[in-house]
């Protein structure tokens, strides 16, 4: 069975401050993907980043990063210098890569307020 | 592309009327999905499919059916509908296993 946890369910920051959005993942597949989606108040869900279990690279891209660490089963998203752009609900999902179809397990997400 | 559309947008029905969620891709995903999210909860999967005239049950398939004819549609259907459907509807299609890209949403209220 997999797990996805974002124990964090609501975050209020100032806008400018750093926030880091926690996901924590248990899964028994030795080779997954995780992925991050961000769903603003308009409601639609939108694609941020995949991150495939082999690669254990930070990623960056412009003010959003991303810190996945195996040894914690943890794939962390932050954003530097947050903007009231960036209020949102942020999901975490894991899906196991081991062929045929295999369920999307997402977190409950991280309602993200940043504050003006 | 216009990537996955979904009609209507907003559905009021009343206790046992029925209706069809319309969704449809352009990107010849050989997935799609529905979810339904309830206030502050995650996604629930309530149908999959895999490919045309392959469909399966996620977590909460009750009082819903779908059906998969064509790559790019995947209408879902809800018979005799019930408060405890009252959700928004988000219909998804990916390539595999990779990223899942949503459409808008349908927000239903049953009264």
């Known amino acids: 069975a997999q797990k996805v946890t974002q124990a964090q369910t609501e975050i209020s920051v100032v806008e400018k401050e750093d926030v880091t959005l926690d996901c924590v993942y248990e899964?028994?597949?030795?080779?997954?993907?995780l992925f991050w989606y961000k769903q603003p108040p308009s409601g639609e869900l939108v694609f941020l980043i995949r991150r495939n279990s082999f690669d254990e690279q930070n990623e960056i891209s412009g003010r959003y990063s991303w810190n996945f660490q195996k040894s914690t089963s943890s794939f962390n998203f932050t954003i530097t210098a947050s903007q009231v752009v960036d209020s949102a609900v942020y999901f975490c999902a894991l899906t196991p890569n081991s062929g045929g179809y295999q369920k999307v397990t997402f977190g409950i997400g991280t309602k993200l307020q940043v504050i003006p | 592309n216009a990537g996955v559309t979904q009609t209507p947008k907003f559905r009021i029905l009343k206790i046992g009327q029925s209706m069809t969620l319309q969704c449809a891709q352009d990107?010849?995903?050989?997935?799609m999905y529905w979810y339904r999210q309830d206030p502050g909860m995650g996604l629930k999967l309530i149908y999959y499919?895999?490919?045309?005239?392959?469909?399966d049950k996620g977590e909460v398939p009750n009082g819903y059916n779908v059906s998969r004819s064509t790559t790019e549609d995947f209408p879902l259907r809800l018979e005799l509908a019930a408060p405890s459907q009252t959700s928004v509807y988000f219909c998804a299609s990916s390539y595999g296993y990779y990223e899942q890209f949503f459409g808008p949403g349908t927000r239903l209220t049953v009264l």
């Open positions: 899964t028994r597949d030795t080779t997954y993907y």
């Open positions: 990107m010849n995903h050989n997935y």
């Open positions: 499919s895999v490919g045309a005239g392959i469909t």
